[in-house]
């Protein structure tokens, strides 16, 4: 059996999200390649592998996270999804104090011992996205009552797009907007 046929025959659920999945990914690979042609000349000495190999392990790394996330059950986000805003909220207030610098913006932290940085805005994004579908599940018997189902609602939502703004008005507009 090859690998291909292998991987497909494991992967369940909606086949053609992993496959935009597997085409997002080359194509990633083909435009980090092509992008950092100059940027390789300049600081490596023309070694565009490095990049290359660089990416290729964040891909690997991020594709393998996306797997575990796919073998956890639905219902165990709904579980988490408290302890993931626990977890966002002081991560973005760390960011807007101790963040990296990049790009005249602090936006990101680095990753200790693995040198990689990430946007903490990325993580509440999701958690907060978890979240609210969780609150919107637990009220759905009043989800038209304002006050019992939208205000518990808008107080995490507000604050998590608070913390974010400072950094990224454009990222906290949008998903003020989405989880809205």
Not at 21 to 33: D, G, H, K, R
Not at 83 to 105: C, H, K, S
Not at 164 to 176: C, Y
């Amino acid at each position: 059996m090859s690998i291909g046929t292998r991987i497909y025959a494991e992967l369940k659920g909606d086949r053609v999200i992993w496959m935009i999945v597997a085409v997002l990914a080359l194509f990633s690979v083909l435009a980090v390649y092509s992008a950092t042609g100059t940027l390789a000349y300049r600081e490596r000495g023309g070694n565009t592998e490095a990049y290359l190999l660089k990416h290729g392990f964040i891909l690997g790394l991020g594709l393998f996270i996306t797997y575990l996330c796919y073998l956890i059950h639905y219902t165990r986000y709904k579980q988490m999804a408290p302890w993931l805003m626990v977890i966002a909220i002081p991560l973005l207030m760390y960011t807007i104090f101790l963040g990296e610098d990049i790009n005249n913006a602090r936006r990101w932290i680095e990753l200790p011992f693995v040198g990689i940085t990430f946007q903490t805005s990325d993580f509440a994004k999701l958690a907060l996205i978890i979240f609210v579908a969780r609150e919107i599940t637990r009220h759905k018997d009043y989800i038209k009552d304002f006050n019992k189902a939208f205000l518990p609602i808008l107080v995490p939502i507000v604050i998590i797009c608070g913390l974010i703004a400072p950094a990224d008005l454009s990222t906290a507009l949008i998903l003020f907007t989405t989880s809205v």
